[in-house]
T-cell receptor, first 112, second 117 residues
């Protein structure tokens, strides 16, 4: 069964610190992997999209990595800001179904 | 360019009532979809459309209907609301459907929070 699992479920860090969120998937055949940021009460907003041939992609202070062999991805946030407080959702697309499979997200809280 | 808009933002229904959640996009996107988001679960696909006049079922379609008469609009109808339909509903759109070409960005609306009592 195609699944996407994220860890940790929640994370608290101090402003200015770095953090890394993890995503493991069992989706096959793999098409692409996306990371979304969802602020409370809002819809998800895309941070990065990576295909099979890409193993890293950055968007400002956000850097996503992809290891298609181990079916793992990570999202690294550098020098966190209060505005980074949100849920971060990993989404994987399977080539045969063209559907997006969503993880349950990691809830990040950044405190001053 | 308003992107993806949804109305209403909040709604409370009684069991058995029907209603329509509105979704519109002004980006001329072919692909539109509806998701529901429940605590502790990933977003789940309800229905989707690859173009005007074409709709199909997603993962959790029971109790919902959709239509796509124009490129811009993709309303979601709850036929007879049940407490199990209490959720946050998101509409999304993108240029193309499918994973054969480069993946296109999917844009989400702000959501409709629905409570069924």
């Amino acid at each position: 069964k195609n699944q996407v699992e994220q860890s940790p479920q929640s994370l608290i860090i101090l402003e200015g610190k770095n953090c890394t969120l993890q995503c493991n998937y069992t989706v096959s055949p793999f098409s692409n992997l996306r990371w979304y940021k969802q602020d409370t009460g809002r819809g998800p907003v895309s941070l990065t999209i990576m295909t099979f041939s890409e193993n890293t992609k950055s968007n400002g202070r956000y850097t996503a990595t992809l290891d298609a062999d181990t079916k793992q991805s990570s999202l690294h946030i550098t020098a966190s800001q209060l505005s980074d407080s949100a849920s971060y959702i990993c989404v994987v697309s399977a080539r045969n179904t063209d559907k997006l499979i969503f993880g349950t997200g990691t809830r990040l809280q950044v405190f001053p | 360019n308003a992107g993806v808009t949804q109305t209403p933002k909040f709604q409370v229904l009684k069991t058995g009532q029907s209603m329509t959640l509105q979704c519109a996009q002004d980006m001329n996107h072919e692909y539109m979809s509806w998701y529901r988001q429940d605590p502790g679960m990933g977003l789940r696909l309800i229905h989707y459309s690859v173009g005007a006049g074409i709709t199909d079922q997603g993962e959790v379609p029971n109790g919902y209907n959709v239509s796509r008469s124009t490129t811009e609009d993709f309303p979601l109808r709850l036929l007879s609301a049940a407490p199990s339909q209490t959720s946050v509903y998101f509409c999304a759109s993108s240029y193309v459907y499918g994973s054969q070409g480069p993946p296109y960005e999917q844009y989400f609306g702000p959501g409709t929070r629905l409570t069924v009592t």
